[in-house]
């Protein structure tokens, strides 16, 4: 059987290894609109966390098994329709993920100053389609909404010492912005209470312990939450009872001291506050602040809601980072899509109405989850599309031409794919210019200088 998966990241990748290790004759050809393979591991990850990356490993040993091939630089559903994939090979799995992100929906969200988070990461961590975004980081208060581990990697990059991150593989420009950058004080805000911030409990450490920046977090949003977390599960409660220590700690003097007379670099939780208004400076060009409509809880738990109360609050801050969370746009006309949730309607993987099409990862569950939640999300699709060629439901009688076929069509569309071993070319410059900087890699952020390292 011949296996098309299209995005390389490790809702693909992890589909990929399932199939090649689970059936000894399938061939499987993963396809990536980007020269260079990996997605969010890639331009998702926050540099300071190579540890995470460590999975990139794996991805290459799947993809130098002589049963898998790559193909970069080649976008499904304009370079290749799915139809036309699925005429050359028995199975298509869509693990394209979510390349969008959620709008907040209210006025000024497009005044200059407010940036997407997903933009953001995507500046520092090199995607191309965000290398020109320069932020302005000439404010001295920045404001994310969100309480997610996103939320926090940007707080913690905006405050980091500048000595920790020169060690990552942050690319070179967006580090000569955060050298020049004024921001020191960073609020995280959210919609609901302390019981339902989406971050864990390993990333809320982190912050906490970032050398030179204090934590900033008002004891009277966790009274009598000792009682509430009591039936709450164990990560949950060990979250909350991390965040209240936090709260009641006093700032110690030491740390002031040992700082000099500088004020320290601040962050701080904030909850209960819907966004309401980006507000304009005077002259209208940017933004200054924002309005916040303050909400009650009704419900608890996750389920709890959050109810405008009618009271109102503004904060200025010169920057404004939107972390909602990601969308997945459609992929291709012949291709069913749940809009309201943003998700490809599907049953264990399974494309509705649709045999021998498949989905994995953020566009077949929604943008939720760590790389090992996509791993056993890839895992199950894999496993289905596996039941149903041993079922019979998948005919594979008929030959198909995989990339064969596929080829032909790129050529007449002048569409030149990269190879892994093309990959490997950019890896290998990119790993030498970073050896040279003293950081892990140097990340190549223009695609026409990634083909042109591979002479394309």
């Known amino acids: 059987p011949r296996v098309c998966v299209v995005g390389s990241g490790p809702a693909g990748f992890y589909t990929a290894q399932h199939i090649l290790k689970h059936h000894g004759g399938a061939l499987v050809d993963i396809y990536e609109k980007l020269p260079v393979p990996f997605g969010l591991v890639r331009f998702g990850v926050a540099p300071d966390h190579p540890e995470v990356k460590n999975v990139i490993n794996t991805f290459t040993q799947t993809a130098r098994s002589e ?8 976008t499904v559903g304009r370079d290749v329709t799915v139809p036309e994939l699925r005429q050359a090979y028995h199975a298509v799995v869509l693990s394209y993920g979510a390349e969008d992100n959620r709008v907040l929906g209210i006025p000024g969200e497009n005044l200059p100053g407010v940036y997407s988070a997903r933009a953001f990461v995507g500046w520092y961590n090199g995607l191309p389609e965000n290398q020109d975004l320069k932020p302005d980081l000439s ?40 050298a020049c950058s004024k921001v020191k004080r960073v609020w995280l805000v959210g919609r609901r209470g302390p019981l339902q911030v989406a971050f864990t409990i390993k990333e809320l450490r982190e912050m906490i312990n970032l050398p030179g920046a204090r934590a900033v977090l008002d004891p009277a949003d966790f009274t009598g939450l000792e009682s509430a977390v009591k039936d709450a599960s164990r990560p949950r409660k060990r979250l909350t009872e991390l965040m209240i220590k936090t709260a009641l700690e006093k700032p110690v003097e030491m740390q002031v001291a040992a700082a000099g ?6 962050w701080g939780l904030k909850f209960q506050r819907s966004p309401q208004e980006v507000l304009p400076s005077a002259d209208g060009r940017r933004a200054r602040g924002i309005r916040m409509a303050l909400t009650r809880l009704e419900g608890s738990g996750d389920s709890a809601k959050a109810v405008p109360t009618g009271d109102v609050e503004e904060l200025e801050c010169g920057l404004v980072l939107s972390s909602i969370g990601y969308q997945s746009l459609p992929l291709d ?26 989905c994995s990862g953020w566009v077949k569950r ?61 890896d290998a410059a990119e ?26």
């Open 139 to 178: 404010c001295e208060t920045a404001l994310i909404l969100g309480h997610g581990n996103v939320a926090l990697d940007i707080a913690r990059i905006l405050l980091s010492p500048l000595h920790l991150l020169r060690k990552t593989d942050i690319t070179d420009s967006s580090l000569a912005a955060l």
């Open 431 to 456: 790993v030498a210019r970073g050896k040279a900087a003293g950081k892990p890699r140097e990340k190549i952020v223009d695609p026409a200088e990634m083909l042109r390292i591979i002479g394309h």
């Open 261 to 266: 007379a500088a004020a320290p670099r601040e």
């Open 366 to 426: 929604g943008p939720t989850g760590v790389i090992i939640t996509t791993m056993n999300d890839s895992f199950d699709t894999a496993q289905s599309l596996l039941e149903d060629l041993h079922g019979g439901v998948l005919d594979i009688s008929p030959s198909r031409e995989g990339f064969g076929l596929v080829e032909s069509i790129l050529h007449s569309r002048g569409v030149r794919p990269v190879s892994f071993s093309d990959w490997e070319k950019i």
């Open 333 to 358: 006309p012949a291709v069913p899509f749940d809009s309201q949730r943003g998700v490809i309607p599907n049953s264990s993987g399974r494309v509705e109405g649709v045999p021998g099409l498949y």
């Open 67 to 74: 049963r898998c091939a790559y193909y970069g630089n080649v």
